[in-house]
């Protein structure tokens, strides 16, 4: 018999089904609350509210889990392939050699852009921020691919899926690329994802770039530990956009723009930023902690606390090994790495910290990695969209195949009460037409 609890309301009673997920999560469903009570409920930024069921990602933020369909991510750490782990998110199970090799032959099918694309990168300004570029772009992929508007075959869907995973990469290379003012590297057939990426990136025409295998490897898993994150902001926007029908270049579209938030994705790039202030002596360890803990400062320890971690998230501390690793392995010695932990040292000790159970996120120490990779820091969280794309496409396809209705959430209204609209001439206007405004004011000269 499926569980229920009474809610009363005005004398009415009602039972709302309670909804109990395959890790024992329960939850109300208020589906037919406003049908039987004209009330709704309101949780601002969503801290208690479900927007669906889903079996890609299992988070339990209290014991600090993470697992990707049911497989812990501590498990990747040994041997990581970020595109085997985009296959298991997207379809539900780890590929066999088959699905593998079929997948990793779209990529490289796939990973070339339509030549006149290039002629929108020479259009964006040299400043122009990577993550507006990729948004752009990946957006722009649904103009020169309309056959993958309508997903009407598992085929195709792969091919669309292969194809975003494999063009953000050709995409955010080319960016930076064109920021530099250097030439194009073509995606190298003969090379596996991450290493084509830092080919493309880096390979000058005299001297192509070459990955080794540790480096190989964490960026490898640094993509795997950004892949799927459940519910966060820019998976959500994906879900929501997609749920109007909007196709799956759309909807990876918005995901980028909610992942641009320093809040959100562009944290990785905000704690780079807070290290190296820190590290100029701008302000001391201490002062940046002392402003971290004033509301008023507008300042806030970047990298850290999280809306469901509230003892430790997994990633930073899979991320701390990747970077002290590669540091060493790179024979880096970087003085951001040591910033990083004393601020850690320092918080983990700090009762501000510790009784909001705030803690290190993914973002704190992704940005040394990728430092330390030799990434550009406005390249941060594009590496960030470029290892969430596969979490991301997962839930859109997860959403069509549960044939969800589109997101349309309600609202208290708190503005004015009815009134009446109020002629122009009793406001001052010497007429009813707008050209009456203008004779007598200069028109202004463009500005862009
Ligand atoms: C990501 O959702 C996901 O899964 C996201 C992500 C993913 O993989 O997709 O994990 C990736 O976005 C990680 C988060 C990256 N962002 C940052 O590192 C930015 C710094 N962190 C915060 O802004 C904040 O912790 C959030 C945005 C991450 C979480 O915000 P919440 O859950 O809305 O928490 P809150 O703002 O309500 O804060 C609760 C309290 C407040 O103090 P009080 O009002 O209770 O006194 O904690 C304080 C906050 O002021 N607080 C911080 C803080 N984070 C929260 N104070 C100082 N420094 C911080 N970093």
């Known amino acids: 018999m499926s569980e229920s609890v009474p809610l009363t309301i005005d004398g009415k009673t009602i039972e709302l089904p309670v909804v109990t997920g395959s890790e024992d999560e329960k939850a109300l469903d208020i589906s037919k609350l406003r049908d039987a009570t004209g009330y709704i409920t309101l949780d601002q930024g969503y801290g208690n509210t479900g927007s669906c069921t889903s079996a890609i990602t299992y988070i339990d933020g209290d014991a600090g889990i993470l697992r990707y369909r049911g497989i812990p991510i501590e498990q990747f750490e040994e041997a990581p392939n970020f595109i085997e782990v985009c296959w298991l998110l997207i379809f539900g199970n780890l590929p066999s050699a088959e699905e593998y090799g079929d997948f990793s032959e779209r990529l490289t099918k796939h990973a070339m852009l339509n030549e006149s ?36 075959s598992d085929d195709r869907f792969i091919t669309a899926a292969a194809r975003l995973i494999s063009k953000i990469r050709t995409i955010a290379a080319f960016a930076h690329r064109s920021s530099i003012g250097r030439t194009y590297n073509y995606p190298n057939p003969n090379l596996l994802y991450v290493e084509n990426f830092m080919h493309m990136l880096f390979s000058e025409p005299h001297a192509p770039h070459e990955t080794d295998d540790i480096v190989r490897l964490a960026f490898n898993l ?11 902001c820019s998976t959500s926007t994906v879900r929501l956009v997609g749920s109007s029908g909007a196709n799956l270049f759309a909807s990876c579209a918005a995901g980028v723009c909610a992942l641009w938030g320093p809040l959100h994705g562009g944290a990785n790039v905000a704690v780079l930023e807070m290290l190296e202030q820190i590290h100029k002596g701008d302000l001391s360890v201490e002062e940046y902690m002392r402003q971290a803990k004033d509301k008023n400062s507008g300042i806030r320890l970047m990298g850290f606390g999280h809306r469901v971690y509230k003892s430790f998230d997994p990633r930073a501390q899979m991320l701390q090994r990747v970077a002290e690793k590669l540091l060493a392995h790179l024979n880096i010695n970087d003085p951001l ?57 997962a839930h859109w396809r997860e959403q069509n195949l549960q044939g969800s209705r589109i997101g349309r959430p309600r609202q208290i209204y708190t503005g004015p009460e009815m009134n009446d609209y109020v002629p122009r001439v ?23």
């Open 117 to 152: 694309m290039k002629y929108h990168f020479q259009g964006f300004p040299n400043q122009a921020p990577p993550m507006a570029i990729l948004s752009a772009m990946i957006n722009a992929l649904s103009c020169f691919h309309p056959d993958m508007i309508e997903m009407d």
């Open 426 to 448: 009793q406001r001052g206007w010497v007429s009813d037409s707008a050209a009456d405004i203008i004779p007598g004011r200069p028109r202004p000269t463009f500005d862009l």
């Open 337 to 393: 790495l040591e910033i990083g932990r004393r601020l850690e040292e320092i918080a983990l000790n700090d009762s501000y910290f510790v009784e909001r159970k705030l803690y290190p996120n993914v973002d704190f120490y992704s940005g040394i990695i990728l430092r330390a990779l030799g990434i550009p820091t406005n390249m941060f969280t594009v590496v960030f969209a470029m290892g969430r794309m596969p979490g991301w496409i």
């Open 222 to 232: 640094v993509l795997i530990l950004h892949a799927d994150h459940e519910q966060n």
